[in-house]
């Protein structure tokens, strides 16, 4: 799924159209919402695609907040904190094979992850040879859930330039 942000009287084709899947899309307006919420804070469904957006003037505003964020190393500043909490947070137990590392439900066993032969890093790390699952690759746990969710400088530039150039937006 994606959300699809449309300009609404772009000036040239950059202002035309801009995506995101969800997994981009979320911690980039959250990043809005956290630092630039006087002017993202007007859109009252911005993780939906309802048509809600801003006009004009709030577009070119929320852009030169966020360029100037990039610019004086504030953005970075925020992407660093929120990487280093993503990487603090646990590791939870894999739900697929209940933190065994071995898939042993009906689908595990029909593709023989039971008796699958570890790759060397993996034996290394679990203490064992055999026993594969292959939501976390034998080792029994998985990332947590937010860490799916990326957010990086490249992201929050493109992002400004289509908000400069689009007259407004409609997230569709």
């Given at each position: 799924?994606?959300m ?8 040239n ?15 980039l307006?959250?990043y ?16 939906s695609?309802?048509g ?15 360029k ?12 660093e904190?929120?990487n ?9 137990a894999?739900?697929?094979c209940?933190?065994?590392?071995i898939?042993?439900?009906q689908?595990?066993?029909?593709n ?10 993996m ?14 690759s ?35």
């Open positions: 799924m994606g699809d942000v449309y300009g609404k009287n772009a000036v084709q950059t202002g035309e159209y801009f995506r995101r899947n969800v997994w981009g899309w979320r911690p307006w959250d809005c919402l956290d630092q630039h919420g006087e002017l993202a804070g007007k859109v009252e469904h911005g993780h695609n309802d809600d957006g801003l006009d004009g003037e709030d577009s070119v505003a929320l852009a030169r907040l966020i100037t964020a990039i610019a004086d190393g504030s953005a970075s500043a925020y992407i904190k929120r280093g909490y993503l990487a603090g947070l646990e590791r939870p894999c739900e697929l209940e933190g065994t590392g898939r042993s439900d689908v595990g066993v029909e023989g992850m039971p008796d699958r032969e570890l790759p060397d890093e034996k290394m790390l679990t203490g064992r040879s055999h026993g594969f699952c292959n939501a976390c034998g080792e029994g746990k998985r990332d947590a859930w937010e860490t799916n969710y990326f957010l990086d400088l490249d992201d929050l530039a493109e992002f400004a330039e289509f908000l400069e150039n689009s007259g407004g937006f409609s997230i569709c």
